[in-house]
């Protein structure tokens, strides 16, 4: 069975730190280029930032370019989101998916396999 679990998330202030982890089992995607979304009520889902299979290059949803940190240790299939300086806009649930078809601008719609969601809190 194909699975994919989010987990680290939690609440925080305005200017903290959390690194979220997703695992993934049931298959091996070292292969394939992975993603973190995030969720708030009312809204669709929104691209965060993706890697690629090797980690060679990465690419960020603007608002959270330089505070974001995306990667991955193929050995343990597992990916992890490192988010610094946290604002309230980053409240929301996040998930990790991964990529079917690769291209910009970035759709929830290309990726599959997505996780149960890590909510994430901030407070201001």
């Known amino acids: 069975q194909v699975q994919l679990v989010e987990s680290g998330g939690g609440l925080v202030q305005a200017g903290g730190s959390l690194r979220l982890s997703c695992a993934a089992s049931g298959r091996d995607f070292t292969g394939f280029v992975m993603g973190w979304f995030r969720q708030v009520p009312g809204k669709e889902r929104e691209f965060v930032a993706r890697i690629s299979s090797t980690g060679d290059w990465t690419d960020y949803e603007d608002s959270v370019r330089g505070r974001f940190t995306i990667s991955r240790d193929n050995a343990k299939n597992t990916v992890s989101l490192q988010m610094n300086s946290l604002k309230s806009d980053d409240t929301g649930v996040y998930y990790c998916?991964?990529?079917?078809?690769?291209?910009?601008?970035?759709?929830?719609?290309?990726?599959?396999?997505w996780g149960q969601g890590t909510q994430v809190t901030v407070s201001s």
């Open positions: 998916a991964v990529a079917t078809r690769i291209r910009t601008p970035v759709r929830s719609e290309d990726f599959a396999f």
